[in-house]
């Protein structure tokens, strides 16, 4: 992919940008998209993937719930 600045008022092309094609730059694109979706060992991961993302919505909720519970009690 390409990237290529142009000038926002006269629309002039201001210069481009090519991506690295090294091997290590795609050996590191592929591993990264990998870790995104959890397919880097296979069904492991993606059960690793699950119980993270699982996990954040958990911890909210009950961060909610304990804060309010706290602030209905009475003061001692």
Same mark, same amino acid.
């Given at each position: ?7 926002? +008022? =006269? ?9 690295? =094609?090294?091997? &290590? ?11 995104? +979706?959890? =397919? ?13 993302? &699982?996990?954040?919505?958990?911890? &909210? ?16």
């Amino acid at each position: 992919m390409h990237r290529v600045n142009f000038d926002r +008022y =006269t629309g002039t092309v201001l210069g481009h940008l090519q991506p690295d =094609t090294s091997p &290590a730059s795609r050996y590191l694109a592929s591993v990264n998209s990998e870790l995104h +979706y959890g =397919t880097i060992v296979g069904l492991p991961t993606k059960i690793l993937w699950f119980i993270a993302c &699982a996990l954040v919505p958990f911890f &909210a909720i009950t961060c909610v719930a304990l804060n309010h519970r706290r602030a209905r009690r009475p003061a001692p």
